[in-house]
């Protein structure tokens, strides 16, 4: 049988450092004095810059003058800016990298968690473009796309030769990077599918086995729905990365040629920092950024929101 607890005296209130709400109060504060210098970089270079870029995308500002309130005058610009519409444009074909890498990192997924001789060299490997600069990767997939470089040799090889350069070329030069993309992103979403992996059951797989179960009817049944969440998460990420894909176009084309390879985050780079129409970048930013949400929502449709019992 147990005996109730006591009510603490003042004295013993005292010494454990004051009654229940003080010490709670006092808790609550030391938390918080904890975040708060998280708190502070956040709202220093998250938050405040948020605010004020929504601000400026309402003005006209060249950092010489001061912001002039101009209303909707930088989202009227854009639209009649055919630049701007063919970054757009550019942007939203970029989004056709994301169902290719989702697909290609799911595969590799499964065949790097396979127990086998070397798979941790093999998971390296995949790896080691994610943690390889831009400028590195920009240097050597440039050489490659050259007329006399490595992709057309093969290409040849196979009688399938081009002729040209794939960066200078208006018609290759956007798929050629968007290639690159989605070379440089397989090892990070592969990660993210191996851990979605292991966290499934493997007695849920087995059951399904001894059940008659083929591999294909496991896969779809079993593993597919147990990925889902880390399907939506990956989505998001390539969706919202494609969107404001800059990377890759500053280091390997410029927006060449043509313009065949000017995206929309492109394009606001250009008008701040090369033409400082900051109000005008603003607005532009504010675009991509509703198009983004957008985006993310068509991503939670698609995956049922994540759910692997939906």
Not at 107 to 136: D, E, H, K, Q, W
Not at 167 to 196: D, E, Q
Not at 262 to 276: E, I, K, M, P
Not at 283 to 300: E, Q, T
Request: charged share 10%; glycine share 10%; aromatic share 14%.
């Amino acid at each position: 049988m147990t005996t109730p607890s006591r009510r603490l005296s003042r004295r013993e209130q005292h010494r454990a450092g004051g009654t229940g709400a003080k010490v709670t109060a006092r808790n609550t504060l030391i938390a918080y004095a904890f975040l708060l210098p998280f708190l502070t970089l956040l709202v220093v270079y998250h938050t405040w810059p948020v605010i004020f870029g929504t601000y400026l995308a309402f003005t006209k500002y060249n950092i010489i003058s001061p912001p002039q309130w101009v209303g909707l005058d930088n989202f009227r610009e854009l639209l009649r800016d055919e630049q701007f519409w063919s970054g757009l444009k550019n942007s939203l074909k970029y989004i056709l990298v994301v169902p290719v890498i989702q697909v290609v990192a799911i595969l590799v997924a499964l065949l790097v968690n396979r127990p086998m001789r070397g798979i941790g060299f093999f998971r390296t490997a995949f790896y080691v473009p994610v943690v390889t600069s831009f400028a590195v990767v920009g240097l050597i997939w440039n050489w490659m796309y050259q007329q006399e470089g490595p992709v057309n040799a093969v290409l040849g090889f196979l009688g399938l030769h081009r002729g040209g350069s794939f960066l200078n070329n208006p018609a290759t030069a956007l798929y050629a990077v968007m290639f690159v993309t989605l070379w440089k992103g397989i090892g990070y979403y592969m990660v993210l599918y191996l851990a979605g992996l292991q966290s499934i059951s493997p007695e849920l797989e087995e059951a399904a086995t001894i059940d008659g179960a083929g591999r294909t009817q496991v896969f779809w049944n079993i593993t597919l729905p147990g990925l889902r969440p880390t399907i939506l998460v990956c989505s998001l990420l390539s969706t919202i990365s494609a969107i404001k894909v800059f990377e890759e176009i500053y280091v390997m084309t410029q927006g060449g040629p043509a313009g065949s390879t000017y995206t929309a985050l492109f394009y606001t780079y250009s008008r701040a920092f090369q033409d400082f129409q900051y109000g005008l970048a603003a607005a532009g930013g504010i675009i991509i950024a509703v198009i983004s949400i957008l985006f993310g929502l068509i991503n939670f449709r698609l995956t049922r929101g994540g759910r692997a019992d939906a």
